[in-house]
């Protein structure tokens, strides 16, 4: 795999195949912007990462000046995002937009994974509903199993990224269900104890993080009939994109399906997503009855 | 006349729908500049 620079003349596309973000003030968008676009400050861009598509999606910035757009667009493609564009047109015409006043935009993605257990999920969410986001980062997971039905709790131990969460939630439509986010340092006896006890969750789902020495509770903590999903680095991601580095957040090959190996393997597979990241993706189902022993 | 109203309230609202995602042809000829881009395409040689 070798990466080539391409250039795309914008014009060559239409607005409607771009992800958009307007960077005019909050008041002026509401005169009329664009269907679908984000409205986002150059400064709050910085901090709101979060909020935007995956890295493959091509993001356009609006803005009266040309060169905030253009600012934001190549600060943007410096930080990972493939195709990036901006438009500068004066407000008093994009004031002829006709979509008017605040619009509830969701730009971000949950986990690819996720998204192709969605059906499964959907299923699960209508029986049983209650659903723990362990190390729920900016709660973007959290929030699409609550989109899906579940009662969702997303532990972090993090602030910033539970004010980030909190964020994503507000700024998403109505939810099936509900979700919530607290601080937890899972590490202590105490977290462990009040937010793995034995059948408490009916979905448990970990992304990116690794403690082994929770994985046995995370595993007691599934309710029969109970799904875990569970995806984070594999070694060869230090070797490949050099981060993580410490050796206990990554995992050997085989590592993770060995280590639930007394649930019922839905799927199990390790290798490249869609940004080149070494993952190890595991999606398992607690067994109706314990096995004796 | 009534087929003048019903054709000028038809082409109203085709006009208002398509303006929800403003045509970047319209955007430029009302002054807009469209412009920039960076692409990363990976591909196998």
Known sequence: MSPTRQIVPIRATEL???????????LIYRRGHPQGALSLSRDELERSLFLLPPRATPVAFIHTDPGVAEGAAVWLAARGWRTTGWIAAADRVLARTTVEGAEAVTLWAP???LVRERVRLGRLAQRARRALDLACGSGRNSVHLARLGFEVTG???LEDALVQARRVARSTGPLLGAVSFRRADLTTP????????PAQWNAIVVFRYLDRALLPRIERALAPGGLLIYETFLEEQARIHGRPRRPEFLLKPGELRASFRDLEIVEYREGPDSEDNRLATLVARQRKKRSAG | MRHAWGWGLFAGVVWRSRMRIPPLDWLVKNGATVAGNSC???HNL
Do not use: G, H, N, Q
């Open chain 1, 190 to 197: 105490a977290a462990s104890a009040r937010w793995l006890r």
């Open chain 1, 111 to 113: 986990a690819e994974t």
């Open chain 1, 155 to 157: 532990l972090d131990i």
């Open chain 1, 16 to 26: 409607r195949d771009w992800r958009i973000v307007d960077l005019r003030p909050p």
């Open chain 2, 40 to 42: 990363t395409i990976f």
